[in-house]
């Protein structure tokens, strides 16, 4: 196992140090607010040009939808995950981990601002963007950015916020795998070098495009796409982050894991849940900010957020059916861990394909993510002999792997899936190559696992020397509550 960290690593560190040198920072920013100039001189341009087209002006209900959806991805962090993460904790560990991610998430937030959305969401190289938003510079109430289709926009401080929700969240999955034993300060370390160097990279290269409103013909689409972030170049479909968010997250905790080191007593001693109710209770709300998560990144207030929406709703029934009854099958009776479990893995794995599949292929994800979930977390926890507290590889890492190859099959028109839209033609183009999709997909889940995880295991071993990546034993014992934070949840 740990000769093929070790390769796996070592080809990911080429990998990342070849795609760093296509880095460049130039750069529009992503709202269509400075197209580029003909390359003409401007007498002769002004002397042939045709009246200029009105400005596009977002609609009221698509920005009235996408504020609500903002709001409904904060809820999933702040307080479903943090409940969810505090009930699987034992109990004289449940504040720290909620402090982890109130202050994640907000710490997150603050560096969103800063650079973050300008390096994910303007326009740089293929791998990161550039500077024209830093410190959100530029942007005004009459700012817009673009949607997915022609002559729609949004204003672009809610498309930024919205972005923002992601970043925070995706940030605080990753405290689940080295739960009970990590270093208050480590973690906040972590969270800013991880954030920089994966999650802006992974979100610039999977979502990043200019727009669709100077698609024209081929020859037009083609410079678009020329302009986007390396994977959306590819084709990969990511319609609310599988590989952004859930896999990007997951190879970073399984990693962090591995290099903070098992609990102490871990395999000797229980290590239950404290509080299922409190886990009842975080899976329910994820769920239900789930809809904002991925129905919002339609962008707008349409048919493809119905869809979403749907897709979300059935994906996730399916996978805590399928999760319950392969438990009740191999242990004997359903739990309500093993419901909540699934919920959150159905989630996950309808992520990728929410706006791209059909109801009926989101029923088949969501079964087989609570059937595939439950192996991460038991069979393949075993093989890798970790000691990923709160299981985030076998759910996220699992679930958003399955969600994002089973996109490229069930995205397929012939399976109900909406195929993928062409620019130039304005309608679905008719021909789909389920194998080449699927292959494009793994290319995206392959990219994010090896950049993710180089950099994770350079900002753990950095951090490790400078500061040390875990509590002492004895305060360890004690439980992070006293001795990180002085409080304690339950008062005897």
Sequence with gaps: MLTWMK?????????????STGIMVTSPAFADEAKPAVAAPAAAAAATAAPAAPAAVPNKADTAWLLICTALVILMTLPGLALFYGGLTRSKNILSVLVQCMVVFSLVTVLWSLYGYSFAFTEGGAFVGGLDRLFLAGITPDSVAAT????????????????????????CLIVGSFAERAKFSAILL?????FTFSYLPIAHMVWFWPGP?????????????A????????????????????????????????????????????????????VMIGASLLWFGWFGFNAGSALEANGSAALAFVNTFLATAAAVLGWSFAEWITKGKPSMLGAASGCVAGLVAITPAAGFVGPMGALVIGAAAGVVCLWGVSGL??????????????????????????TGIFADPALGGTGIWDYVSNA??????????????AQGVITTLIWSGVVSFIAFKLIDMVIGLRVKEDEEREGLDISSHGESAYES
């Design 190 to 194: 972590f969270v800013i070098l991880w």
């Design 428 to 441: 679905v183009n008719p021909e789909y190559s389920m194998g080449g999709q699927l292959w494009i997909q």
């Design 381 to 406: 926890k075993k093989i890798l002999g970790s000691d990923d507290s709160l299981d985030v590889f076998g759910v996220h890492g699992v679930g958003g792997i399955l969600g994002a190859l089973l």
């Design 7 to 19: 390769k796996l690593l070592a080809g990911g560190a080429m990998a990342l140090a070849i795609g």
């Design 227 to 278: 302009r986007a972030g390396w994977l959306w170049q590819k084709g990969v479909l990511d319609f609310a982050g599988g590989t952004v968010v859930h896999i990007n997250a997951a190879i970073a905790g399984l990693v962090g894991s591995y290099v903070v080191g098992k609990r102490i007593g871990y395999g000797k001693e229980a290590m239950k849940p404290h509080n299922l109710v409190f």
């Design 148 to 171: 997915f289709s022609k002559g729609v926009v949004v204003p672009e401080y809610v498309f930024m916020a919205f972005q923002a929700a992601f970043a925070t969240i995706t940030c």
């Design 213 to 225: 409103d100077d698609i024209k013909d081929a020859a037009s689409l083609e410079a678009i796409t």
